[in-house]
């Protein structure tokens, strides 16, 4: 899946709607995933840091990083 980005404003961000109805992906996988698309490029991602900014305990956030990533590969 190609996700297209456009700057329409710093507080906006577009994605596909497929992206949240991937029936692959937990619903907080989906939310993880609208997260990170939100990220700038040169964001790195790191579990730790996103399990800090939610309410998503540590061990949760590598869990739904996998799964985003196989359904995005595969």
């Known amino acids: 899946?190609?996700?297209?980005?456009?700057?329409?404003?710093?507080?906006?961000?577009?994605?596909?709607?497929?992206?949240?109805?991937?029936?692959?992906?937990?619903f907080r996988a989906r939310g993880i995933r609208a997260f990170l698309v939100?990220?700038?490029?040169?964001w790195q991602v790191r579990a730790e840091s996103i399990a800090k900014m939610g309410k998503e305990g540590r061990d949760a956030v590598p869990r739904c990083g996998s799964c985003a990533t196989a359904a995005t590969t595969g």
Request: charged letters at 25%.
């Open 1 to 26: 899946m190609t996700i297209l980005r456009r700057h329409l404003s710093s507080s906006y961000t577009v994605l596909p709607t497929a992206t949240l109805e991937d029936s692959r992906l937990s």
């Open 38 to 42: 939100a990220k700038p490029d040169d």
